[in-house]
């Protein structure tokens, strides 16, 4: 599998410092570049990492061998992407940068063909992020959103607590406690070792500037306005958030909207045993918008 890391400098959060870069790598199939590329938006505390977990919850690789192009994005202040000042990490910050590498895309990077299509693919947080491009800017063809709803589960609060001081990170970065991602984010019995090992080795961060801001990825405007295609993915076993069953209906405006319950998994999906069965689903409807007309959106008007 051929991959090529990406670099791009985009303008500071909220239009101060900067500028700062984004980092992620782009995997590609043999043959010839596809014209639709996958941005991978990870959730809060991780990076790039989470969509290749070793096993069978390699998300990047099922893709590729799918034939499918994946950009594995570290978001700004996460991985090796930059490290703003915390407070100027936002929701709105990952939303603005993200916009400039999707503008990127589209125009083409030096050594790559322009894409002409691309499709968001998030996770928690991530998913939150895209929800809102896609509202803001239009930057998406379609959106596969995982590990999120509207409603928000018994175990959220215990998230929240479970974070401390990142080390070797900037002031107001923060990171999981030891130990508590097994007991919040996985469920009991679908996590094999290796896998939970990984998970806890390759935590990331999550800043004050994001904690703060977070409320935004709830907000109903933002998914009443997105228009492309959706596949909703949740874990049956998730406690961060719930209602799976009423998800649909906060987005009236998608052409398609379709859901898919993994069984045996929590909130982190892709560290569980069951994650494959997911990835086949997103590839099932993936060819199945690819057989129809690329969809575009129209501007947003945001609500009053």
Do not use: C
Not at 100 to 111: D, H, N, S
Not at 129 to 157: E, K, M
């Amino acid at each position: 599998m051929d991959s090529v890391p990406i670099r791009l400098d985009v303008t500071g959060p909220d239009g101060r410092g900067g500028p700062w870069q984004l980092a992620g790598e782009l995997y590609l199939p043999s043959g010839e570049q596809p014209d639709t590329v996958q941005v991978l938006l990870s959730g809060l505390t991780y990076d790039r990492r989470y969509w290749r977990v070793p096993g069978t919850s390699d998300y990047v690789r099922h893709m590729v061998d799918d034939g499918h192009a994946v950009l594995a994005l570290d978001r700004i202040g996460t991985g090796h992407s930059g490290r703003p000042p915390a407070d100027q990490v936002t929701v709105q910050a990952n939303v603005d940068t993200l916009h400039e590498l999707v503008q990127a895309l589209r125009a083409g990077i030096p050594g790559i063909r322009p894409f002409s299509q691309v499709i968001a693919v998030g996770h928690s947080l991530g998913t939150g992020i895209a929800i809102i491009g896609a509202a803001q800017y239009r930057d998406f063809n379609s959106l596969i959103l995982t590990g999120l709803s509207h409603t928000l589960g018994p175990l959220y609060p215990d998230a929240v607590q479970s974070l401390q001081p990142a080390a070797g990170e900037p002031e107001g970065y923060l990171t999981t406690q030891p130990g508590k991602r097994s007991v919040i984010y996985e469920a009991e019995g679908g996590v094999d070792e290796p896998a939970a090992e990984y998970h806890e080795a390759t935590k990331s961060t999550v800043t004050i500037g994001e904690g703060a801001t977070v409320d935004e990825i709830y907000r109903q405007d933002y998914a009443a306005a997105v228009d492309v295609p959706v596949l909703l993915v949740v874990g049956a076993q998730d406690k961060l958030f719930v209602g799976a069953e009423k998800e649909r209906d906060y987005y009236p405006g998608a052409p398609d909207v379709e859901l898919f319950v993994v069984p045996d998994a929590a909130h982190s999906i892709n560290v569980h045993r069951s994650a494959h069965l997911w990835f086949a689903a997103a590839s099932r409807q993936l060819a199945k918008w690819a057989a129809e007309s690329p969809h575009t959106a129209s501007p947003y008007t945001p609500s009053a």
